[in-house]
């Protein structure tokens, strides 16, 4: 059953159809599932709740039924029955048949999401809280019309957001990318028809890379920014302090912190 929670977004019962290994340190897992024929998005750089099950249990612990009161009753459930839920951006939708693709970043040790991309089976059930309109709140790339210059950098976390933009910008748009991964080996072939320069840069080096760069010049640039929230963080005041970009046409979001859990940053904000 799919229950509505807060419009625009729902919960979708989903199951595992395929995973598949892009690198060293990331896994794409395939979700399919009825529910799916009501989920919209514009894909990009869409945020996602997703609901694993708890250790030793099969089916995530998320009480639907109840509406708008799920939330309450989600937190008050025991350790060992409520599921475990992690942020993550929509990396791929399709139709016929329904499916979307989620990213995954492995990593040692690791965290309930981690542990749990790096074992998935067909079969394996979740939860996700997700649009049910196309244009929603938990979009945040959204470039001003009068765009004349696309600035994006994320780390891996934000490689599937940065990937779906770099999809969707239009042909001949003038772009600079960079990436920042652990390992070469998760570097990949990213689909575009903009006119986009890609740096790929191995290793905590994002701020010396960006802060090196020769930017193209451009009376009306656009910078998204995403990832780990203290290098965001640092970035953002790059761009606005050292660069003179408009702190309006900044978007930066911070997709987790050094040394805390999901949990802990939620309580921290």
């Not at 945020?47 to 250790?55: D, K, N």
Request: with cysteine.
């Amino acid at each position: 059953m799919t229950t509505a929670v807060a419009a625009p977004f729902r919960f979708f019962s989903l199951q595992v159809v395929r995973t598949r290994r892009l690198g060293p340190s990331l896994v794409r897992v395939t979700f399919a599932g009825e529910d799916l024929q009501h989920f919209y998005s514009d894909g990009r750089d869409q945020s996602l709740s997703l609901f694993l099950p708890a250790a030793g249990r099969t089916e995530p612990g998320v009480p639907v039924e109840l509406g708008d009161g799920w939330w309450q009753a989600w937190r008050e459930q025991p350790d060992d029955v409520r599921a475990v839920m992690r942020s993550y951006t929509l990396r791929g939708l399709r139709r016929d048949p329904d499916e979307i693709d989620i990213d995954f970043v492995l990593h040692e040790p690791a965290g309930p999401a981690s542990g749990w991309a790096a074992q998935a089976s067909v079969g394996d059930r979740v939860q996700l809280l997700g649009p049910a309109i196309a244009d929603n709140r938990a979009i945040r790339f959204r470039p001003p019309a009068d765009t004349d210059l696309v600035l994006l950098w994320g780390d891996e976390t934000a490689l599937p957001a940065v990937s779906a933009i770099l999809e969707a910008l239009p042909a001949g748009q003038r772009a600079r990318v960079w990436l920042e991964v652990r390992d070469a080996g998760d570097i990949q072939d990213l689909a575009t028809d903009a006119d986009a320069e890609i740096t790929w840069v191995v290793g905590e080096k994002a701020l010396g890379a960006v802060r090196e760069a020769q930017l193209p010049s451009a009376e009306r640039p656009y910078v998204w920014i995403a990832g780990e929230s203290g290098c965001v963080k640092e970035l953002r005041r790059h761009f606005v302090r050292e660069r003179g970009i408009d702190r309006r046409r900044v978007t930066f979001v911070g997709y987790w912190r050094l040394g805390m859990t999901e949990e802990q940053l939620r309580a921290s904000e």
